[in-house]
């Protein structure tokens, strides 16, 4: 019943008895005996609630933080265990626990998977307020953690992305700085691609020089990299081509955008 409690009003059995941790036989009596008293009610393909919140209130006044903690942590495991296929329908709920549990690195990818589910949707300032409580999250802790370094890139630049779609380009420009700062200095490829992402709110407020000179940042950054041309170098090299000759476009440069086309050709 706790665990159940903890999870919320409408539940799986098969999460709840993972979650639970005892035997088959046991959980699947108890299951009768809690329908029986009229506790759970069972709604079919294995989907239960209970039958009235009181009883679910009751039931979390007598969990202690601790053990409500541990019991998040087990409902977490069980429902990536269950939903392994399909994590991103569960993010939401995956992000909750993990953060009861007290586990903010854990919460912090499921957050991102939200966020960019809800761009995909449009609905970017849902997405905005999702990437800003993983932001949040990895700013409260008090040193980001050996090997969390991506983790803290991730969350700033999925907040820039946001923050470009719904115009902020001031405070998107310092999330996408913020985001830099967690980039080793042998990440060619992230850290050309935050400074080609960087370009694209100065052009919005018609700073092409900025601009250009950022995407110039970006290619002396991939081609510090060596002579490694994998298809992940060529795709990021493409796009930031074509990200300068669209500035050039819009800009009404002719001169320079027709001096850039054989440039490009002759490189590919």
């Known amino acids: 019943v706790r665990v159940a409690a903890v999870i919320g009003r409408a539940f799986s059995s098969e999460v709840v008895a993972l979650a639970w941790g005892g035997g088959e036989e046991m959980f699947l009596a108890g299951l009768d005996e809690l329908q029986e008293r009229r506790i759970f009610r ?26 409500r903690m541990a019991i998040h942590r087990r409902i977490a495991a069980a429902l990536e265990r269950v939903h392994a296929s399909d994590l991103d329908s569960i993010s939401g709920e995956l992000a909750a626990h993990h953060e009861q549990a007290g586990d903010p690195l854990a919460a912090v990818p499921y957050l991102l998977r939200l966020a960019r589910s809800r761009r995909t949707l449009y609905a970017h300032r849902e997405a905005w307020e999702i990437a800003r409580h993983a932001v949040n999250l990895m700013d409260e802790l008090p040193e980001v953690p050996d090997g969390a370094a991506e983790l803290a890139r991730a969350s700033h630049e999925d907040l ?20 830099l700062a967690h980039v080793g200095s042998d990440h060619h490829l992230d850290r050309a691609r935050l400074l080609r992402k960087r370009a694209e709110p100065l052009r919005i407020q018609h700073r092409s020089a900025e601009a250009l000179a950022m995407l110039a940042r970006a290619e002396a950054t991939l081609e510090s990299a060596g002579f490694t041309r994998d298809a992940d170098w060529w795709a990021a090299w493409i796009e930031l081509q074509l990200d300068r000759m669209q500035l050039l476009y819009y800009d009404g440069c002719e001169p320079e955008l027709r001096a850039e086309v054989p440039r490009v050709r002759e490189r590919i």
């Open 160 to 179: 820039a992305d946001s923050l470009v779609l719904l115009g902020h380009h001031d405070d998107a420009l310092i999330a996408y700085e913020r985001s």
């Open 42 to 67: 069972d709604h079919g393909a294995d989907r239960y609630d209970f039958s009235h919140d009181k009883i679910r209130e009751v039931a979390l006044v007598s969990i202690g933080s601790a053990r």
